[in-house]
């Protein structure tokens, strides 16, 4: 595997303060004579020795480390811990932190976000309080009127993202005010396997949207939500080609999986499996342990790939809309 401009958006450090981490298990990304990196994980002995999990010694130069991460010991799996109500709306911050409109405004536990019309995440409201209609700053008529206003100002479609069963009574609601569905999708989760893959294709990554990444996914429009946040994005090469790419947003120790796209002339070819298991074994050498993604339910393709992979669902939300008549 060949790593382009890595420059982790976390905890990452240099050789520097190594000496306080005697005893701590960590990830190490060390230079090699190539040109390229490679990565070592253990318990950390001296300056220049990692003891891996297998008992084995592992020596290095502090002259080699371009970067190094201590891993903290998760408590939880993803997607699980505290009563599920909690755990919907924590996960649904999460997977806006990394997905994160231009405008966002608080109405009491609503959130508002626009993002001039491009995708229904950035451009929807989404409740974040207490069922069943998640608290917001007026009675729940008044709360409505608002959002109609606020998205008829901005010449956007007043839509709720509502996550179930949370808000199901504000989505029976919205249905009995003339509302519809436009979409349903699941949040799924994974605890990050263990790859294992053998792979002859290439996997470069970045912090930073470059244009061979854009050129693949044509998605020079979601720049800006896209700058927002910290995230990587990896191309998948074959003999120097670019065949797919996919946007992985980092909070914490989660990965939120996005913009997964294969080229059309490279479809049926299991890249999309490939690159997503060598995704899995660079964001585990970076301590990442868990990943969250969103996934629309009518596509049955994605839905096969995720189950395939490992993916579990976690919850599912529905978009809602203004009809006409309402």
Same mark, same amino acid.
């Given at each position: 595997m060949r790593l382009g401009d890595y420059?982790? *958006?976390m905890k990452w450090t240099g050789a520097t303060g190594l000496m306080d981490h005697i005893g701590k298990r960590l990830t190490i990304r060390l230079h090699e004579a190539s040109g390229g990196y490679r990565d070592i994980v253990g318990i950390l002995e001296s300056p220049s020795t990692l003891r891996h999990k297998d008992g084995r010694e592992i020596t290095f130069s502090q002259n080699e480390i371009a970067i190094y991460r201590e891993i903290i010991p998760l408590s939880?799996?993803?997607g699980k811990g505290?009563?599920?109500?909690?755990?919907?709306?924590?996960?649904?911050?999460?997977?806006?932190?990394?997905?994160?409109?231009?405008?966002?405004?608080?109405?009491?536990?609503?959130?508002?976000?626009a993002s001039g019309k491009y995708t229904m995440r950035a451009n929807s409201v989404l409740p974040q309080g207490a069922p069943p209609f998640g608290k917001p700053e007026k009675e729940i008529n008044e709360a409505i009127k608002d959002v109609i206003t606020f998205y008829s100002e901005r010449d956007l479609?007043?839509?709720?993202?509502? *996550?179930? *069963?949370?808000?199901?009574?504000?989505?029976?609601?919205?249905?009995?005010?003339g509302w519809r569905e436009k979409l349903r999708a699941q949040v799924q989760v994974i605890d990050i396997p263990v790859s294992e893959i053998d792979s002859d294709l290439v996997l470069e990554v970045s912090a930073t949207c470059n244009s061979e990444w854009l050129l693949v996914?044509?998605?020079e429009k979601l720049l800006?939500?896209?700058?927002?946040?910290?995230?990587?994005?990896?191309?998948?090469?074959?003999?120097?080609?670019?065949?797919?790419?996919?946007?992985?947003g980092i909070s914490d120790d989660w990965?939120?999986?996005?913009?997964?796209?294969?080229? *059309?002339?490279?479809?049926?070819n299991k890249f999309s499996q490939e690159l997503m298991?060598?995704?899995?074994?660079?964001?585990?050498s970076a301590g990442i342990t868990k990943a969250a993604l969103q996934v629309d339910l009518s596509n049955e393709a994605a839905m096969a790939l995720y189950k395939g992979l490992g993916f579990r669902k976690h919850h599912e939300y529905s978009y809602v809309i203004q009809s006409s008549e309402s």
């Open positions: 420059r982790y *958006p939880e799996s993803a505290a009563p599920l109500s909690i755990r919907i709306i924590e996960l649904e911050k999460l997977l806006n932190s990394t997905w994160s409109a231009t405008e966002q405004i608080m109405h009491g536990q609503w959130l508002f976000r479609e007043p839509i709720f993202h509502l *996550p179930l *069963p949370l808000y199901e009574e504000l989505f029976n609601y919205l249905i009995a005010h996914q044509g998605d800006d939500i896209m700058d927002k946040t910290q995230a990587l994005y990896y191309i998948l090469k074959k003999q120097d080609t670019a065949v797919a790419v996919l946007r992985a990965a939120v999986i996005s913009r997964l796209f294969v080229k *059309p002339e490279y479809r049926g298991h060598l995704v899995f074994r660079d964001l585990r």
